[in-house]
């Protein structure tokens, strides 16, 4: 599946930037042009992945707390992914996003190394399975007020839906 960011400039253009999630990892691509108003109103490219099995809860890696993991060992860094969740007895809620960008919010379940998740897009509201290796990022201990932030607005957002079921 792929995501599409849009990013207003100062001028009346728009900047994109695609999130390409797969099962295995997610992604982001900066295209080189930008976007005319016809695009903004097809934001959302999707092939969805298959949903994933439920995960053995027993056999959970991560304990209860806040994560942040991130293609750097560093955060914040400008083009770098970064994505941040809270763990409730197996149960997560988090958000997908670049630094100084758009983000996007997901809910599911965790298994040893792996984030089995729904991606709500931003724009239409659409849900898509897709799956985390947390193995491919590292780990990131310093959780920011912005980190926060972008957590408060999803768990807000999902918390009936994951955690009050």
Known sequence: MVLTYLILTGSLEAIAIVLAIS????????????????????????????PNPAPDTASTGLAEGIYLYGQSRNPDEIKTEYFVFEMRQSKVIGAFYLPRSAFYCFYGTSDRTQLNLTVVDSYDGSRSPYSVNLQQYYPISTISENDRRILGICQEAHKQQVWEN
């Open 23 to 50: 099962p295995a990892n997610f992604s982001i691509a900066f295209p080189a042009r930008p976007v005319g108003n016809s695009d903004i109103k097809s934001a959302v490219l999707s092939s969805p992945s298959p």
